[in-house]
């Protein structure tokens, strides 16, 4: 077991760059593999979930070389994959495991998805049960609610699903399924989840359109889409540890270059502004059809807000550090409409409040949500304190988040089981020093 060691002390300053956005990694591998030819992806994710994903088309047939800094995908068309000789492992992945259920209920093949014991714990039904809508046949524990799933490749037929919640993992497994069906998928959404599949589907050409509100596929498109230079934008959910950990450590000033900016993903910037954050947004630009920025952080004192459903789409990855900027600020933090927090790599309701109250923080959980007491006072940020037994609880977010509490603290503090950070940002803890001495 890994442990992460947070020396306190020092502010953050210099430049650096976050890992290439995971969400963008996975959908730009799925894609890249269904075109005719080979394609580049520059700047990917080298975290273990989405080397999870290549290895899941390597398995399918797919030729995919890896260097350290691009994929060479050789697609072989829109049919093109094949039956694999074992189960698909995704890993820790829930992105990868329920993208897949959805493009491969429309092949003409068997296979298994499978994963970690926190995938096999997380909610496949949410996707299993429109996928069969759709004519797909997949079996699984509970009738198909968890992993590891059996999916009987068939005909899929188009269907029009209302999705009672905003996600966008349900949103890209029906659209992944739609391309193979016969006539046309019709998908709406309460709110607006994140639109990284619309936007990667519109780079490559395929034919998805919106309506009033309702995306409209049109299923095995006549023309397939050739190979194609992808270049991916650094990860807005790994810059905003940094963000939050310039915010509240006194004296701090970075800049991250290259940061994804896409308006689904930064809700963490709207909601720090509001709590007194000094976030500038600089060179702002477009790559592979999504926005681009550079950020500049500075130090600020923040103060308590409130945060309901319609912003939690929106920040649902930096919920965790976000929790870290409230018990530090001035005044009372209110969160609600975060249940599907509970069923994510972790209860990240439950394991922030434990974990942060473990800390000094003053926090009252809610089914939904939560009420952060800030131990800020008189226009200054407050300060944590180490835990004795900090426990990332196999959750990189989690794990990060601790990391970035435990810069305001007096003593060092060691956070257990911190080896899930390879998921998403492999490199977080040489990143954080090189900030913290100043020498980036």
């Known amino acids: 077991?890994?442990?992460?060691?947070?020396?306190?002390?020092?502010?953050?300053?210099?430049?650096?760059?976050?890992?290439?956005?995971?969400?963008?990694?996975?959908?730009?591998?799925?894609?890249?593999?269904?075109?005719?030819?080979?394609?580049?992806?520059?700047?990917?994710?080298?975290?273990e979930d989405c080397l999870n994903t290549m290895r899941a088309?390597?398995?399918?047939?797919?030729?995919?070389?890896?260097?350290?800094?691009?994929?060479?995908?050789?697609g072989k068309g829109f049919w093109g994959l094949s039956e694999p000789n074992a189960p698909i492992d995704c890993g820790n992945s829930g992105t990868g495991i329920r993208l897949l259920t959805g493009l491969l209920?429309?092949?003409?093949?068997?296979s298994v998805l499978t994963g970690d014991e926190s995938i096999r714990r997380r909610p496949m039904g949410r996707v299993v049960k429109p996928l069969r809508e759709m004519g797909a046949v997949i079996g699984g524990r509970k009738g198909g609610?968890?992993?590891?799933?059996?999916?009987?490749?068939?005909?899929?037929?188009?269907?029009?699903?209302?999705?009672?919640?905003?996600?966008?993992?349900?949103?890209?497994s029906i659209l992944l399924a739609g391309l193979f069906a016969q006539g046309k998928t019709r998908y709406r959404e309460p709110s607006l989840s994140r639109d990284h599949t619309e936007r990667m589907f519109q780079f490559f050409g395929i034919p998805l359109t919106r309506e009033e509100?309702?995306?409209?596929?049109?299923?095995?498109?006549?023309?397939?889409?050739?190979?194609?230079?992808?270049?991916?934008?650094?990860?807005?959910?790994?810059?905003?540890?940094f963000i939050v950990g310039a915010t509240i450590v006194q004296g701090s000033d970075i800049v991250i270059r290259n940061v994804g900016m896409n308006p689904t993903r930064i809700g963490l910037i709207e909601v720090m502004r509001k709590m007194g954050a000094d976030i500038q947004v600089l060179g702002q630009r477009e790559e592979a059809g999504e926005p681009v920025g550079d950020l500049r952080v500075r130090s600020a004192p923040l103060k308590g807000v409130t945060i309901g459903p319609d912003l939690i789409p929106k920040t649902i990855d930096e919920f965790p550090v976000l929790c870290v900027a409230a018990a530090v600020a001035d005044g009372d933090t209110v969160i609600s409409g975060a249940e599907e927090l509970r069923v994510k790599e972790s209860d990240r309701i439950a394991t922030m409040s434990g974990e942060l109250k473990a800390m000094g923080a003053l926090i009252e959980e809610r089914p939904d949500g939560m009420i952060i007491k800030g131990l800020g006072r008189g226009g200054?940020?407050?300060?944590?304190?180490?835990?004795?037994?900090a426990q990332s609880h196999g959750d990189h977010r989690v794990a990060m988040s601790l990391a970035i509490g435990g810069l305001t603290a007096e003593q060092p503090m060691t956070i257990a089981d911190t080896g899930c950070v390879d998921t998403s940002f492999p490199n977080f803890e040489g990143s954080l020093a090189q900030l913290l001495a100043g020498s980036v």
């Open 213 to 241: 509100g309702v995306l409209v596929l049109q299923g095995r498109p006549s023309i397939g889409w050739r190979g194609v230079q992808i270049t991916i934008s650094g990860d807005f959910s790994a810059a905003a540890f």
């Open 380 to 389: 200054e940020n407050g300060r944590l304190k180490a835990a004795s037994n």
């Open 57 to 74: 088309f390597q398995t399918l047939g797919i030729p995919i070389r890896q260097t350290p800094t691009e994929l060479a995908v050789c």
């Open 1 to 47: 077991m890994t442990s992460l060691v947070i020396t306190p002390g020092r502010p953050l300053r210099g430049t650096t760059t976050v890992p290439g956005d995971k969400s963008l990694t996975h959908r730009a591998i799925i894609l890249t593999a269904l075109a005719e030819g080979t394609s580049t992806i520059s700047g990917y994710c080298q975290g």
């Open 105 to 110: 209920s429309g092949q003409d093949f068997f």
């Open 145 to 172: 609610e968890l992993a590891p799933l059996a999916i009987t490749g068939s005909g899929l037929r188009g269907i029009e699903y209302t999705s009672a919640v905003a996600s966008a993992q349900i949103k890209s």
